[in-house]
């Protein structure tokens, strides 16, 4: 293989893994991420040659941008660039480069940095949107904590470290209120059942039904004789039920 081919070569596979370790981030809250842009000197390229030719392994840095889908409602993403290194592990066997990427970037704090922009109008329209429904809440009642996540679940997603952190609140709290919603199936997997509180009629209602259940005042469960979910007291299961 000529010098030309071999820097062409490695810069095709340093691309293909810096790409495929950026594929494989995994996080709640992030939806999915690519890659931009890799940048790598001819310098670098020329030095990672010589040392695959005379030891068939090179381990070059590489900067990268990376571009972050972050999810701001069940639908929606935000994008968010993120810069980050890459240490690429390259051998050569025969003509053939295998490469593979790792970076020890913290994603969980990149999500942050990418929410943060619109963290605090966000934050403020769900406050006026839990005052709508109650003026007179306190923000450090249980009822105002309750709808803050449940607002911020259909904002960041069913996450509670993330909602946590976006929201300020300890994780114990929210983790004791992601229970009770995980098992009234109001979050399922990585979805917020949040469609009944855009109803125009009943969304109102079914909101504060949801928010009762996130403090436990209430529980909901799927009736299978009237083919809908049912919220009654805790004590009560088998007493008077409200479906909606």
Known sequence: MSKPEMVANLRSAINEAVSA?????KLPGIDGADVRTVNMTSE???RAAAQLEQGH???PIVAAEVELFLRISNT???RSIEPTEFRVAVEAHGNELRAAAITDKDWAKAW????EPIRQRALQAMKEDVWNLDANLAEDSHTFQAAMVLHASEFV???ADRIATFLGYPPGLVQVIAARLYEARIW?????RSEPWFDPQKGGIAFLLDVLVAQGELIRGWSEEKKQFAYSAPDNRAGSQLAV
């Not at 370790?21 to 981030?25: F, I, K, M, T, Y």
Request: no cysteine.
């Open 44 to 46: 670098q390229l020329h």
């Open 112 to 115: 942050e940095r990418g929410i």
């Open 21 to 25: 370790s950026v594929q494989a981030v």
């Open 76 to 78: 929606d993403v935000l």
């Open 188 to 192: 399922e997997d990585d979805q917020v």
């Open 57 to 59: 392994h090179s381990e």
């Open 157 to 159: 997603g069913p996450y």
